[in-house]
Nanobody, 123 residues
Framework: QVQLVESGGGLVQPGGSLRLSCAAS????????MGWYRQAPGKQRELVAS???????NYADSVKGRFAISVDWARNTVYLQMNSLKPEDTAVYLC?????????????????WGQGTQVTVSS
């Protein structure tokens, strides 16, 4: 179907910045929305930011003003620029995409997840 591959995680000091990337590949017909989620140990997975094919964005309150999501639709790649990072941003960040893909005959819907990339904010 559709595969997502993330990159860009790592260790950063508080106040620092990181940029995550997620590339979608496969028999993609269209992508309706791409987004970033995160999951910290012992906590539920939460939406960080999302962007639709129409350009609408949505952010978690905890990251507004610090994180920015963008997308290159020509490359089916979504980015998450994370600035002013805090220790509480430490988590595994997972990419998500929803849309349609080509089957042998016709198209079908997909909802795919990446494998996740670790972001650790610590001094």
């Amino acid at each position: 179907q559709v595969q997502l591959v993330e990159s860009g995680g790592g260790l950063v000091q508080p106040g620092g910045s990181l940029r995550l990337s997620c590339a979608a590949s496969g028999r993609i017909s269209s992508i309706r929305v791409m987004g970033w989620y995160r999951q910290a140990p012992g906590k539920q997975r939460e939406l960080v930011a999302s962007i639709t094919s129409g350009g609408s964005t949505n952010y978690a309150d905890s990251v507004k003003g610090r994180f920015a999501i963008s997308v290159d639709w020509a490359r089916n790649t979504v980015y998450l620029q994370m600035n002013s990072l805090k220790p509480e941003d430490t988590a595994v960040y997972l990419c998500n995409a929803e849309g349609t893909y080509y089957r042998s005959i016709g198209r079908d819907a997909f909802a795919s997840w990446g494998q996740g990339t670790q972001v650790t904010v610590s001094s």
